[in-house]
């Protein structure tokens, strides 16, 4: 089948801000004009940093939020309004999975209850069905029959995260979103669940959306990836490639912010200021004020995601094709774009 | 080595559970001491009992050496001038370390008459010097802000120069940048560097991520369960690791680039601090582990190169590349 399991378009949200009593509300546009495609399959991971939309896109493609533009297509087919029955049948098919395990479960039920809850509610099978899939469940994320008589509060965090893959896989999902899913662990058990994940979609034929701040656990799970800046995909392109060949300036700088273990920080790009406020978003490309390489262009034109060969895209304008060798970094790019150069592009090759 | 504080045989217990086994670590001057671990094993306790910290019904035995001073046997108030003073510290969350209700001169400006006796217009230039200092942009006018008028990272920098108004001789920094964002958190790191350059302050780098502590230390002191499992210059440490537990954290981080493996983790999950194994704390979920390890407890021992480890096999690890294959994580809990 050619047509993409998940596929959004342009999609925007915009939340009210805080209506000041003399200051007009204005609006925070957490997710600007994203466009996205999931294959059966295939794991697509987003990165980015607080504010960057991230969240707010997982909670887009699964219907939780109703865009205020743009389409989500599920199986070739439009998404029903949130809350709907028909929405309620595609959930069976969409599941969510989030950072904190605790919060997810509830805390009066045993693992065993919550694992079959899914069937129950969306009358899977008949009663020793239900069992046998339970059991199946917990033997797939690795969790024992005793553990599994147990309350959340008795398991440890790792545990409590398999507890709530096995209940988001009980209605065999075709598309699991997961936001930060190992973020709250410590870093052995990180890579059990990371480990757990690639498993399970291999053998299952999962298709993922992978949300997380984490570029290295991203790049683990993930066969595309797209970087996120303040509600806009800035960057996207294959696992393999996109964090050693960087072309956003924001995604290198992200890269070299990210610490490596035995390296040493003193090669590090540094990026000044802060993280923008997502409702006082600057005009034109939103990374500018912090951007090394900014150019005039950048302050009043905004990039859009332009397609560079070998399966990536930025949206940049200094960003050029993958034929040239050496995006961004040279100074004759910066020259050629007829452009006045406001940093010394020679610095952020540093 | 003359260091400048040193822990011998620190132990602490709540409730009768011992959490903290007997800790010996030394800080020299000037020089950046990673502490690495998961939760709960002991690398935040140590420090907060080590300065007195911890609530009363902790039970904290041992000595902490600052000079010939034992800080665990001081008087309150003599306590009180060597924190904030000697030793500061920093803590994961500034948000919640700094006082909502009043402003940053007069947070900074605290600590200024606390420990440097100044007063009057010497505070608020002090004060404006701090946040230069620490990179807060047009420090004479944000002195007068208040902690929700900044950012996380802000706040950060904020504590930083509250802790640097003692002029301290030793940083203790507990995940100073663990809820910022990994951009922000490059800067927090920076700044940390550049501040001991510039003061030549000795700091204690308290974390859970390799890889934050491997940009800033020299030397890197790795805890498992309460105890000091491997002590290590960083460069050995991430080269080639002693103890089958630090090789098992560093082999659990994916790599950011070069091809995908599979990742190598540590099975089944940290003992209760109630419930330890006898002998190696680490046994049950060690592949090298062989029987003598379920009975003996390796002491924290050097194997040369000034690098001590705490493993009955002293660091003689066959090659990662030989290494029996971890069990399935999947099966072992």
Known sequence: ?350 | MHSYVSLENLTVSFNGVTVLHGIDLAIARGETLGLVGESGSGKSVTWLAALGLLPGKARVSGRVMLGDQNLLTESESKLSRVRGKRIAMIFQDPASALNPMATVRRQIGEALALHRGLSGGAIKAEARRLLDLVGVPDAEHRLNCYPHEFSGGQNQRIMIAMALAGEPDLLIADEPTTALDVTIQAQVLDLLALVQRETGMALVLISHDLGVVSQICDRVAVMYAGRIVEEASADQLFDRAAHPYSRGLIGSLPAIDGPRQRLVTIGGTVPDPGKLPPGCSFAPRCAYAFADCRTTRPLLSGIGQGRNVACLLDGRLPEPAVAPTLQHEGLTL
């Open chain 1, 1 to 350: 089948m050619s047509q993409p399991l998940l596929q959004a378009v342009g999609l925007a949200r915009v939340y009210e801000g805080n209506h000041g009593f003399f200051s007009r509300a204005a609006g925070v546009r957490a997710v600007d004009d994203v466009t996205l495609t999931v294959g059966r399959g295939e794991t697509l991971g987003i990165v980015g940093e607080s504010g960057s939309g991230k969240s707010t896109t997982g909670r887009l493609v699964l219907g939780l939020e109703t865009p205020d533009a743009g389409q989500v297509h599920f199986d070739g087919e439009p998404m029903p309004a949130h809350g709907t029955p028909e929405w309620r049948r595609w959930r069976i098919r969409m599941q969510m999975i989030y950072q904190d395990p605790l919060g997810a479960l509830d805390r009066r039920m045993r693992i065993t209850d919550q694992i079959r809850e899914p069937l129950d509610i969306h009358a899977l099978g008949d009663q020793s069905e239900r069992d046998g899939r339970v059991g199946e469940l917990l033997r797939a994320v690795g969790l024992s029959e005793d553990l599994a008589k147990r309350y959340p509060h008795q398991l440890s965090g790792g545990q409590r995260q398999r507890a709530v893959l096995a209940r988001a896989l009980a209605t065999k999902p075709s598309l699991l979103v997961c936001d930060e899913p190992v973020s709250a662990l410590d870093v052995s058990i990180q890579a059990q669940v990371v480990n757990l994940l690639s498993d399970l979609q291999a053998e299952l034929g999962l298709a993922m959306l992978f949300i997380s701040h984490d570029l290295r656990v991203v790049r683990q799970v993930s066969r595309r990836i797209a970087v996120m800046y303040l509600g806009r995909i800035v960057e996207e392109g294959d696992a393999d490639d996109l964090f050693s060949q960087p072309v956003h300036p924001y995604t290198r700088a992200l890269v070299s912010a990210a610490p490596v273990p035995g390296r040493k920080s003193s090669d590090r790009i540094r990026l000044q200021g802060e993280p923008p406020n997502p409702a006082n978003r600057p005009g034109g490309c939103a990374f500018h004020p912090r951007c090394p390489v900014a150019i005039a262009r950048c302050k009043t034109e905004l990039p859009l995601l332009a397609d560079l060969g070998a399966k990536r895209f930025a949206a940049c304008h200094l960003a050029v094709p993958a034929a040239s060798s050496a995006p961004i970094r040279t100074a004759g790019t910066l020259s050629a774009a007829g452009a006045t150069v406001t940093t010394d592009a020679g610095m952020f090759a540093k």
